[in-house]
């Protein structure tokens, strides 16, 4: 979406040849160069934990912890276990570089685990959205039935108290069946003891780790071919079984021709540390001790890369024997598995950071000079995120961030945008802030985390820098289109509108994604205007785009939005499922377009009257829509939830998403949404006869329908039509029938000049009972009989129905006579079918033993059922408990499975029973 204002030719590459942020050596555990010493005692220990929650090894660098772990891996493969591996570096203590890299770990076990929450962007990483995507995570593994585990090695780097959080998170909500084992030299900052007391936890720690007399000459006899039993004893005693000093000695005695070895004490990192320097470094080879320092500053290395640091490009061939010399001389070098053909190495930890320390006396230029040679190769071969890392610490900040803004193009038309996020992560702030592309790309990913409020700020702000000039006419044009976007998410076509010449006057050889997003947000804008037509063909004409299915799939979502707000549902339906066929094709990749196409599929389903399949589908993705969908997705489906729960008789559920509804509208200030909610919150509590919850929903959508009184078109006439509805509802229940016919007429003309011709069929069968009740009998006549009609062109059911729980009545007291044509009167029963539709009521499971299933809650569940069962919202819950919303929504979720429930009437019926009827006390705030 984004275009550099010199981009780089030798970064400027075809999309296929970006590599992803993680490094795939990072994601797979080191292989050893000699067969690993079997410890069948100590491995036979740990298999025994492998359906524990938590398995912590901790000990001293050099301790042998990473070994351990992929002789554990294998045992645990060995049982059909799925291992995620994450190699972690004091490069991934931030949370987000942190969650990616997680990310990255699970999705080599299974991409669909993690394709939602990976589609998350943005800087918003306080508690709460740390949580949030936890949940979500966590939401994901729950899907799977298979044993998984996730193995963290040198988790010691990891100090942030936000990354800590994020782990805690995972601990404490991921499902039965996923196990976290971590390697660590310090003891961790997070809580277990719940885990502990329940025999869930287990640690091993230097004792268990260190290699037993007999196993430590077993280990010298494999190092060296052959050893003096006393001699091996000897060195037990030097090393305490300590695994590195032994490989240390090792590696010093045979380099030594005396076979001799210096009578000290080898039990931890630093008098290894020392005694590397001393007796092992100053005997290499000085061209080997120089390329050891120089692979220092790399997480990875592979020969090619060598070759480069050492200033010898083409001397491949030498530079793969010496790695290979050195690997078979166990210097402390480990074989990694890497995503290409290269074989990758990487040092030591404790090797590296006795090299490390010689880097360090070198001076300023000779380090970056080292690192300008890193970012140079990795750039070269495609690997972004360690050539900008290297560019930076390079002190060559320029030279990353035209990388950057060379590769944005490509990830952003691939819906990459973690990626990016994680890019410009890297950059110094100040570099950001002058260069104006950056600071739009960096808006645009605000824009699409939904931090509209940052997003808008920085817009504005470069909206007063291009009023004084200086842009050139591809920045003024992004610029507009951000403001289209924004307009988008604002639920905003009088702010889309003002702008909408600059974006039919895109600058020449602008790209097809921006034309693209141009053709999205302006054929909103003509739907909500009545100008449908005038919408496909915009969408027809901005897609015309070969290998970007993505556009593609948008495009016609919003294609099959246009027929909808018509009233066209069937058409409509047709093209949401092929859509939806067509997204999940393409994976995790494509995980926006599929919850677009699933949000408005669903409110197909449930105009068909298949509410029950149009709940199960979208209550899978409702979350994630939640968070990355534009607001008429949202609104679509909450709605449709609530609808399809009211009608399986679960008015809590239903009142549920009506309020979730609320709090997103106004967190974004999205008063069509608002407008919406509390007319359905109107609805709802006359249903259940609950008046003063109605009356105050009325009030507020008086209130906020008299801010948009004047409105005629666009989403603002949106609003003032939602809240006069609301009052309708009102003044049908309460028989005002003058009242709701004075109010129905105008509406009726507007939606059938407007071309709402969903909502017209809605609104004449209100009209027809108003009529009906005030004795006009004919009116009432041509308004149920052109409901009819048009529903039957159009393949209406629940709108019809939905209009008023009255329509089989209505339909008999004024059609009974009617002589009307088979098809129409075919039509007519379906319609009284479908109003006869009831819920299934309590599942079959209250039926069974209630106690059983209540003994099986935790203690927090058992809380939260209590509160529940006061009819407390969610929201209401998370203030008594002092957690987040989306907190009590999971524990919510685990409650009504051990329960064998579909929902909150359900979960409380169930305690009602258990307890006999006695309701909970009383919780303060």
Known sequence: MFQSDTPLSEVSRPPSHIEASIAGTKLTPPRAARRLLPREALLARLVATRRQRVVLLRGPAGSGKTTTLVTWRQALLSFDFDVAWLSLTADDNDPARFFDCLLASLAEVDPAMVCEVAQLSGEDWEASKIEHRMIMLVSGMARRSRELVLMLDDVQHLTDPLVTLALQHLIDYAPAHFHLIVASRSALQLSLWRFESQGQCSEFDLRDLRFSPAESEQFLRDQLGEIDSRDAQVLYELTGGWIAGLQLFAVDLKSRRDGRYACIQVHDARAFADYFEREVLTRLAPEDLELLACLSICDRFCPSLCATLMGQPHALVPMSTRLVHLEAENLFLEQVSGRDRETWYRLHPLLREVLQARVATLSEAERRALHAKAWRWFDQHGFVDEAVRHSVLADEPQAAADMVQACAPALVAQGELGQIAGLLRQLPHDVVEARFDLRLLAAHLQLAARNLDVAEQSIQSMQVEAAGGGLDEHQRFTLTLLCGLVALQRDDTEALAAILPELQRPPAHTDDFKLSGCSTITSWMHMYRGEYETAREVLKNGTRREGAPRVDLLARCLTGMSHALEGRMVIAEGIY???????????????????????????????????????????????????????????????????????????????????????????????????????????????????????????????????????????????????????????????????ARSRLLPLVAMSEEGGRWRRAASLRVQLALAELARGSDRSARDNLLAAIQLGHRLGLQRTLVDATPDLPQLLDAILQREALEPVLAFYVQRLDACANTAGAGLSAAQAADAGGGIKALSERETEVLELLAMAMPNKRIARVLGVAPETVKWHLKNIYMKLGVSGRDEAAARLRDFSGGIPPVQRPE
Do not use: W
Request: net charge negative; glycine share 4%; charged share 30%.
């Open 577 to 739: 499922r092929e859509v939806l066929k067509d997204a999940e094709k393409f994976g995790a990749a494509y995980i926006g377009a599929t919850c677009m196409a699933t949000g408005l599929l669903g409110d197909a389903l449930y105009e068909l009257n298949d509410f029950d399949a149009a709940r199960t589908m979208i209550e899978e993705r409702v979350d994630f829509m939640e968070r990355v969908s534009i607001p008429d997705i949202v609104l679509s489906a909450f709605v449709t939830l609530s609808a399809a729960h009211s009608l399986e008789r679960r008015p809590l559920e239903a009142y549920a998403y009506i309020e979730r509804l609320e709090d997103y509208a106004l967190r974004y200030r999205l008063d069509r949404l608002l407008a919406h909610a509390l007319r359905e919150s109107v609805r709802l509590s006359l249903m259940q006869g609950e008046m003063d919850q109605a009356d105050a929903a009325l009030k507020r959508a008086a209130a906020l329908g008299a801010r948009y009184a004047d409105a005629t078109r666009g989403t603002a006439l949106e609003v003032r039509v939602a809240t006069e509805r609301a009052r309708i509802d009102m003044s049908l229940h309460r028989k005002a029938f003058d009242d």
